[in-house]
């Protein structure tokens, strides 16, 4: 009966931390250029330059090419009466504009 060995491969992982790589004098890159780092806070303009703010009590899918979509709990930015039933407006989340349903939203200021 033949026994096989098996080898194993080691890899050596070179590891960085904030002050830099002891052994190659390398600094990590900062955060700023980092695209995978998350932001540590959101910017958003004052409530006086986002015209009539209205918050969605309902999701919506958007049923034509000039609507928009939004989830319960969105914020909707420079809105305009359109008729009894419909609004434009810029879902503050996403950036898009477009028509949406009144009666999906609740205005807030």
């Not at 830099?20 to 600094?27: A, H, I, K, S, V």
């Not at 955060?31 to 703010?53: I, Y």
């Not at 928009?68 to 989340?93: H, P, Y």
Request: charged share 20%.
């Amino acid at each position: 009966m033949e026994v096989l060995k098996q080898s194993s491969t080691f890899h050596k992982v070179q590891r960085s931390n904030l002050y830099g790589d002891p052994t190659t004098g390398q600094q990590p890159p900062p955060q700023h250029l980092n695209s995978n780092a998350a932001p540590h806070h959101k910017v958003t303009a004052p409530p006086t330059q986002l015209g009539r703010c209205y918050r969605a009590m309902y999701d919506y899918e958007a049923a034509d090419t000039d609507e928009v979509s939004f989830k319960d709990g969105d914020l909707i930015i420079n809105c305009t009466a359109i008729d009894e039933g419909w609004m434009t407006g810029t879902i503050q989340r996403t950036g898009v504009t477009g028509m949406l349903p009144a009666n999906y939203v609740e205005r807030v200021s």
